[in-house]
């Protein structure tokens, strides 16, 4: 396990408490269950950086769950693509820093949060690349919620047919939505026989746990025939005890006392 990435999970899980709470906004559930998986990807897989984020052969990284964006500006933040002075903005008035991902923002490849759209977009990035043989990769992260959306089965069965071996996804798979638990509201078990089916090279882990995640993205980059889906069993709240599991954190902001006691934990 990267000391590195572990710190780094930490930093993004306390920028994003802090953006929430100053904008008094929502969806910190999601952001800090995807942080462990997001500190992996920038510290040790992504070949993506400030100096080659124009470069045609940068790897490309779509956050379809673009509602929880405050996870994604966080590292890039952090990483330096643009000042966390700029954090403190968040969703404010004439901030690029919208409460959904935004191209504008530096790092930001496509804007996101109506949902099912990233992946479809994905699979047209990874067959041009194919067509013009391009080395680089395409991570694609979606929440498990979103896959409710009719779009995004298209596209899984779009790109095993192409054999869009440069394509990666990730699914978020908290087991919380917007309206309950996934269970309740449209189930998706079993998920990886589905995804299976559909004829991608299915990997299954634990999304907090670093060393299994960078296993996951490095097991996926040397697959040569189809596409690869990260399934990435994980915690909604993750890090914050009194957040952990619970829909209404899908929505509410922290109070100071709880954005204390939140930063608190993170940090310990």
């Known amino acids: 396990m990267s000391d590195r990435s572990v710190q780094l999970s930490k930093e993004i899980r306390k920028e994003s408490l802090k953006m929430v709470f100053n904008a008094k906004a929502s969806h910190i559930g999601g952001a800090l269950s995807m942080a462990d998986l997001l500190a992996v990807m920038y510290e040790e897989i992504l070949n993506l950086s400030p100096e080659n ?13 673009g509602h ?29 820093l919208l409460s959904h991902a935004s191209h504008k923002v530096n790092g930001v490849e496509l804007s996101t949060g109506s949902l099912g759209h990233a992946l479809p977009v994905a699979c047209g990035i990874a067959l041009a690349a194919k067509r013009r043989n391009k080395s680089f990769k395409i991570y694609c992260m979606l929440s498990d919620g979103e896959l409710d959306e009719g779009s995004n089965w298209e596209a899984i069965l779009f790109a095993p047919q192409h054999k869009l ?72 709240g993750k890090g914050v005890s009194f957040m952990e599991n619970d829909l209404l954190w899908h929505y509410r902001p922290p109070s100071e006392d709880q954005l204390n006691e939140a930063i608190k934990e993170v940090g310990s």
């Open 68 to 96: 929880a964006c405050t996870g994604l500006y966080a590292v890039l933040a952090l990483k330096k693509f643009f000042s966390t002075d700029e954090l403190l903005n968040y969703s404010a008035d004439d901030s690029l």
């Open 165 to 236: 071996d440069n394509l990666i996804v990730i699914v978020d798979y908290n087991r919380i939505q917007s309206f309950g638990s996934v269970k309740e509201v449209l189930d998706l078990h079993p998920l990886d026989k589905k995804f299976e089916s559909f004829n991608w090279n299915v990997i299954q882990i634990d999304g907090h746990d670093h060393d299994q995640i960078k296993s996951a993205f490095l097991a996926a980059g040397k697959n040569k025939i189809y596409p690869t889906v990260i399934i990435a069993n994980t915690v909604k």
């Open 53 to 65: 984020v124009n470069d045609n052969n940068r790897d490309r990284f779509l956050l379809s769950k």
